[in-house]
């Protein structure tokens, strides 16, 4: 929310653009197009559908949604847009929209329309931030102009942050008269949250990504091959420390293909329901997050685990 | 935000009132006319004045600003606008418009409106919950649908909470199909602060509020008779542990009659600042707020502080 109104007291302008499926907190104008299905999508371009009831129609007048990975269209998209938008808003690999990485071509477009018009980029790197000792934009090689983090840099405690380049972070300046954009609140500058944080971040260096970019590899090879091995439709996407399961073997390339069927999503619920009964907890989406104090053994019983709910579920069919 | 949220969930329909210069966070529409000024205000009935730059004009169109503790004008804006209002946003006691208690006429006003039009009323007791073991609504002695909290029940961690009645909760609902207002978000849930939270709800009971008070009353009464003393124009508003020092005698009824003048302004800084150099800093609104570890000597500590400020004022005219 801060970094988008950053981009908007920096630029004047009012309007955001934001990629289907991606989601982005809870703020009204991220939330557009959280969910769309093919009921409400439409034929054409992505449309501003909203995600919760009650969404004033003003708030989806505002945000320009652009589908992920498609770049040539995103560009017809975000150009027809130009002259209204303050930024782009951008995950390199958004977990609701399948947790498939950003392709170079589609990350090239969108250095090339900020280069042309000015139209800030802002990256959301509050999950990706974990990807890399530079955050997911050095692992993908993309300069923003404002990032958004959280998550493991509150060390356990909740937090969220924005950074960027200086003459934008110059909106919250407050060292003069009233910034362009104040920013106060009750979450600002807990201490136990900034010094849990930089121990966390302390602990957290080159070593530690590597390793869980180790493991994140060896999970989801091993996923691959259960999958194989039980004959069932399925595969993994993901990077690093972070992945995400799938029952079914279409090309992913955006939140549309990522979209589960009914089917798709019995199944999926199928196999992790068997994995928590054999005390693995996944979440609905089957996203999976690896963390420092694991190790191989772990992830040596993580694939055990996932193989046995899917040998599980092609017997039981 | 996610009460105001849950409002246009529930009704359905899109705009919210608030009291000009009143403070509910940084969600932009909570942000309308939070520091208005005489060129900005315009002659009439409030205006939606942005607070920052780059806000949407479409965000200020859909929010419709009243005169705090001006009840007859308050009713006749929200009524002309009742069919398209979620909620009204009010705080009983708000910092920023002067910390001046809402009149038994103003919230008997807001009591007729919702009964009459069905218009939810949303209690912003962030900072007025201390006043009161049933929080500031039962001091005031109002119900509002929905209460946003925070602060205190966090024990020193960052939080915030939504509570109300079970029917517009019931927006929030996940255990059957998705709920109209999903909530979901790094924050939430967080087990340091639920554990802390508890835990400082527990030592905070009537017999800490009633001592509170007691030492708001001492305190507000000090600054008084200091005043009177110094021959300086100057009062205090406030009710319980919360107080705001004003380096005027106007009758205080509102945020535009709480607004301070350049000089009034500068007078308040020069006071703060000897009190600063002297050991006690204020925040630069004259704002302050007593806690449990406070006893009468502190009291005291403050009120011989504030005086010698006041004296050391009066003698450098």
């Known amino acids: 929310m801060m970094a988008i109104k950053a981009a908007r007291a920096y630029s004047g302008k009012p309007k955001i653009a934001k990629c289907e499926g991606a989601y982005h907190g809870s703020y009204d104008f991220a939330e557009v197009s959280l969910d769309p299905t093919p009921e409400s999508w439409g034929n054409g371009d992505p449309k501003s559908v909203a995600y919760a009831k009650g969404t004033p129609r003003s708030v989806l007048d ?58 800030l980029i802002v990256l959301d790197e509050v999950i990706t931030l974990r990807l890399g000792y530079g955050g997911g934009q050095a692992v993908f090689g993309i300069t923003p102009d404002l990032s958004a983090i959280g998550k493991i840099i509150g060390g356990g405690y909740p937090v969220g942050a924005v950074g960027g380049s200086a003459d934008v972070m110059a909106v919250f300046d407050p060292t003069r008269e009233k910034p362009l954009l104040p920013h106060g609140g009750t979450f600002n500058a807990n201490p136990v949250t900034m010094v849990a944080g930089e121990a966390a971040m302390q602990h957290f260096g080159q070593d530690e990504i590597d390793q869980l970019g180790m493991l994140g590899d060896k999970a989801r090879a091993g996923i691959t091959t259960a999958f194989d091995e039980a004959g069932l439709p399925g595969q993994v996407t993901g990077l690093g420390s972070l992945l995400r399961i799938h029952t079914h073997n279409r ?28 005390g693995i907890f996944v979440n609905e989406r089957g996203v999976c997050s690896l963390s420092t104090p694991m190790g191989v053994a772990e992830i040596n019983i993580f694939i055990d685990c996932f193989r046995a709910a899917l040998g599980a579920t092609q017997a039981a069919k």
């Open 62 to 119: 505002e945000v320009v949604v652009i589908p992920f990975n498609k770049p040539d269209r995103a560009e017809r998209i975000l150009r027809a847009h130009a002259q209204t938008l303050a930024c782009v808003v951008i995950d390199l690999m958004p977990n609701r929209a399948g947790l498939i990485p950003a392709t170079p071509e589609f990350i090239a477009m969108l250095q090339r329309f900020r280069k042309e018009t000015g139209v």
């Open 251 to 278: 090309p992913l390339t955006d939140y549309r293909s990522s979209l589960m069927s009914a089917p798709e999503k019995s199944q999926l619920a199928a196999i992790l329901r068997r994995m928590r009964d054999n």
